[in-house]
């Protein structure tokens, strides 16, 4: 966690998030990860908690029941969107996974498929990347990300503004070859135009924050910060992040922002700091 946490006179910051991902509940990997993370943020005194998809393993009620239980535990604000582990698999429902793939985590989680948390100073959006008819790579509808834009627009000029989607908007090297979302050229652009900082997904298991400088059709160009967290609470962490329960710990001030990597630690039963990355901000 960052040391930077007095306030700045005259801003609303500084705005902190926790940022997980990929829990898999029906895989945890410890008896004490989830109660670990849930007594640190509510000891954090957050602005947000962002999930960004596959609480469950395989879309089962009691893996949503406990995730529910989850959520319900978090004292701050919680903006969750869906993961592909979220929908029902089709060879298990047929007709649910063509029809209705996402009536359990609309019925446990939430039935709002484009989630938004307004907080002073931080403004973000959650896009559904996870549809019935697809399974990995994810898409993201025309109309979401129209939202998306109409959002961000409403929003002060200063405020941080912050992406949210399960999967993966391009192409990182260095997470290897990799899927990316039907639709994510469109959303990747909007979220530039938009003035988006900070993207937060998931699904790869693997732990990774890196800026990513995109062109402005004549303009400067645009950076944002693609963080992609690992699994928090399961045992399907992979790479080098394999055996590893990991979350972002997110530090917004005026000028700067952090994203530092917490690990679990199984002898001490507890999330340490592993590695921060500190950007200069650039505001829309
Ligand atoms: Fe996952
Ligand atoms: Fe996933």
Redesign the pocket.
């Given at each position: 966690m960052s040391d930077a946490s007095a306030s700045v006179p005259g801003t609303p910051y500084p705005c902190t998030l926790a940022h997980l991902s990929?829990v898999h509940f029906g895989r945890i990997a410890d008896d004490r990860v989830v109660s670990a993370l849930v007594d640190e943020v509510n000891a954090g005194g957050l602005d947000l908690v962002v999930v960004s998809?596959?609480l469950t393993q395989r879309a089962r009620r009691r893996e949503f029941r406990a995730a529910r239980a989850m959520l319900d535990a978090f004292e701050p604000p919680v903006l969750v969107v869906p993961?592909?582990?979220d929908v029902r698999a089709w060879w298990h429902h047929p007709v649910d996974r063509l029809w209705r793939p996402s009536k359990r985590f609309r019925r446990f989680i939430s039935d709002d498929t484009t989630p938004t948390v307004e907080v002073p100073g931080l403004a973000a959006f959650g896009l559904n990347s996870?549809h019935g008819w697809t399974i990995?790579g994810?898409r993201i509808r025309r109309e979401h990300v129209r939202e998306m834009e109409a959002f961000f627009a409403a929003q002060p000029a200063g405020a941080f503004r912050v992406l949210v989607v399960?999967?993966h908007l391009l192409r990182l090297d260095a997470l290897g070859d990799h899927d990316v979302s039907r639709g994510a050229r469109r959303a990747l652009g909007a979220a530039q135009r938009s003035g988006v900082e900070l993207v937060l997904c998931?699904?790869?298991?693997r732990s990774h924050v890196e800026p990513v400088e995109l062109a402005r059709p004549g303009g400067d160009g645009h950076r944002l910060v693609i963080a992609s967290a690992g699994t928090a609470t399961s045992n399907r962490g992979r790479g080098s992040n394999r055996g590893v329960n990991v979350y972002n710990w997110v530090e917004v001030g005026p000028d700067r922002f952090t994203v530092c990597e917490r690990r679990f630690d199984p002898g001490a039963g507890r999330f340490h700091d592993a590695r921060q990355t500190a950007f200069d901000r650039e505001p829309a």
């Open positions: 990929d998809g596959d993961g592909n582990h996870a990995k994810g399960h999967h998931g699904h790869l298991h």
